[in-house]
T-cell receptor, first 116, second 114 residues
Framework: AQSVTQLGSHVSVSEGALVLLRCNYSSSVPPYLFWYVQYPNQGLQLLLKYTSAATLVKGINGFEAEFKKSETSFHLTKPSAHMSDAAEYFCAVRKEWTGTASKLTFGTGTRLQVTL | EAGVTQFPSHSVIEKGQTVTLRCDPISGHDNLYWYRRVMGKEIKFLLHFVKESKQDESGMPNNRFLAERTGGTYSTLKVQPAELEDSGVYFC????????????FGPGTRLTVL
């Protein structure tokens, strides 16, 4: 079974500061890992995904995440926060594809606040 | 290309009533998923359709929930009778039938059971 732990339900950073949102996973098989973002009154939007290719994954809006198998982590970072980054961020894991698409297992989410 | 759409965006009903949620996936996407987020908790998987067939319904909470996808296009999720603990946001997602394909999510339906 897969599971995801997101440390910190709320994170606050100043505009221009580094954004670091933490995600640790547990999986008995090689995982696929995802970060989704939900802006107010919108659906979940994919930021980036790891599917066993490069361990450093670049996504949209300047975000990136690094898959570290030894630490079972997939933390999300952005060098410089912008006010528009304020949203809720979800880490998710899925089993490696074996022929059929399969369900995502999500963490509890981290709400990012960006202050002036 | 239109994204995943869900209707209604909000629904407020009383305990014991019936509610039907609808999801229209991206055109051509064979895979359709339902998820639910109860307040403060994680987003949890409910079920997965491949075309009109239920591939995985392991996340359905109980038999008060009935999901259908007639014709392999849109899907409905009916809750009958609704209970207080059914309150939450119900998300629908769809993906094309390829290995690493992304699941595209709709905006969700916020259900409140009073």
């Amino acid at each position: 079974a897969q599971s995801v732990t997101q440390l910190g339900s709320h994170v606050s950073v100043s505009e221009g500061a580094l954004v670091l949102l933490r995600c640790n996973y547990s999986s008995s098989v090689p995982p696929y890992l995802f970060w989704y973002v939900q802006y107010p009154n919108q659906g979940l939007q994919l930021l980036l995904k790891y599917t066993s290719a490069a361990t450093l994954v670049k996504g949209i809006n300047g975000f990136e995440a690094e898959f570290k198998k030894s630490e079972t982590s997939f933390h999300l970072t952005k060098p410089s926060a912008h006010m528009s980054d304020a949203a809720e961020y979800f880490c998710a894991v899925r089993k490696e594809w074996t022929g059929t698409a399969s369900k995502l297992t999500f963490g509890t989410g981290t709400r990012l606040q960006v202050t002036l | 290309e239109a994204g995943v759409t869900q209707f209604p965006s909000h629904s407020v009903i009383e305990k014991g009533q019936t509610v039907t949620l609808r999801c229209d996936p991206i055109s051509g996407h064979d895979n359709l998923y339902w998820y639910r987020r109860v307040m403060g908790k994680e987003i949890k998987f409910l079920l997965h359709f491949v075309k009109e067939s239920k591939q995985d319904e392991s996340g359905m909470p109980n038999n008060r929930f009935l999901a259908e996808r007639t014709g392999g296009t849109y899907s409905t999720l009916k809750v009958q009778p609704a209970e207080l603990e059914d309150s939450g946001v119900y998300f629908c997602a769809s993906s094309a039938d390829r290995g690493t394909d992304t699941q595209y999510f709709g905006p969700g339906t916020r259900l409140t059971v009073l």
